[in-house]
C-alpha cells in the first residue's frame, strides 16, 4: 500500500505562473515530511521541509503547505521558471527514522 | 565531504549472476536507506538502518535481495541471482535524523 501518494504524474504550466504540486499521506504518525527535485540521470535533491507543528513553510520561491487534518501538503512555486523543469517527490518520515516517497510528479515550465 | 557515494554507476550483469551495489554515506549520518526507483511506485523504500542496525526491510521485494552495513562508513545492497525484472536505478541516501536525507548519485542496474 502506498502511504505517499501523489496523484498527478504530469503537471504543465507557464512561465511566471504558479506550480501547485499536491501530495496525500494515510499514516497519522508522520510527523516530518520534505519535498525533492530530481534532474534526469542525477539524485533527488533536498528542495523545502515542514515540521506537523507548522502549517507554513516558505523559502524564496517555493512554499509548503501542511493540512495535517486532511493528510495533505502542497509546494508552490512562484513564479515558475523553466529551470524548475523536474520530477518533484514528496516524502514524509515518522519519529522512528522511516523515510517513505510518493510515486513523483513531473513538472513541466514552458517559456 | 564528498556526499553520498554510490558505486558503480552503471551495471550490466546477465541473468542470474550476482549483483553488488555499494554505498558510503556522508560522515555522521546515522541513518541509511536504500531505494529503488520505478515509474509505478515513484522511490520505493527497500531498507534501512539506524546506526548500523537494519530496522525496517519490508520493501525488500524478495529473499534474493539482501543488504547489509558493516560499518558507519559502508553499506551493500545484493542482488542474486538477478533477474530482468530487477532492472532499475537504486539509490542510497543517508541523513542524520531528523534532517533531510542526501542522496548518491544512484546506480543504474540493467540485467540482460
Known amino acids: 500500500d502506498q502511504q505517499v501518494k501523489q496523484n498527478s504524474p504530469s503537471l504543465s504550466v507557464q512561465e511566471g505562473r504558479i506550480s501547485i504540486l499536491n501530495c496525500d499521506y494515510t499514516?497519522?504518525?508522520?510527523?516530518?515530511f520534505l519535498w525533492y527535485k530530481k534532474y534526469p540521470a542525477e539524485g533527488p535533491t533536498f528542495l523545502i521541509s515542514i515540521s506537523s507543528i507548522k502549517d507554513k513553510n516558505e523559502d524564496g520561491r517555493f512554499t509548503v503547505f501542511l493540512n495535517k487534518s486532511a493528510k495533505h501538503l502542497s509546494l508552490h512555486i512562484v513564479p515558475s521558471q523553466p529551470g524548475d523543469s523536474a520530477v518533484y517527490f514528496c516524502?514524509?518520515?515518522?519519529?522512528?527514522?522511516?523515510?517513505?516517497f510518493g510515486q513523483g510528479t513531473t513538472l513541466q515550465v514552458k517559456p | 565531504d564528498a556526499g553520498v557515494i554510490q558505486s558503480p554507476r552503471h551495471e550490466v550483469t546477465e541473468m542470474g549472476q550476482e549483483v553488488t551495489l555499494r554505498c558510503k554515506p556522508i560522515s555522521g549520518h546515522d541513518y541509511l536507506f536504500w531505494y529503488r526507483q520505478t515509474m509505478m511506485r515513484g522511490l520505493e523504500l527497500l531498507i534501512y538502518f539506524n546506526n548500523n542496525v537494519p530496522i525496517d526491510d519490508s520493501g525488500m521485494p524478495e529473499d534474493r535481495f539482501s543488504a547489509k552495513m558493516p560499518n558507519a562508513s559502508f553499506s551493500t545492497l545484493k542482488i542474486q541471482p538477478s533477474e530482468p525484472r530487477d532492472s532499475a536505478v537504486y539509490f542510497c541516501?543517508?541523513?542524520?535524523?531528523?534532517?533531510?536525507?542526501?542522496f548518491g548519485q544512484g546506480t543504474r542496474l540493467t540485467v540482460v
Open positions: 499514516n497519522s504518525m508522520f510527523d516530518y
Open positions: 541516501a543517508s541523513r542524520f535524523q531528523p534532517t533531510e536525507a542526501f
Open positions: 516524502a514524509s518520515s515518522s519519529n522512528t527514522g522511516k523515510l517513505i
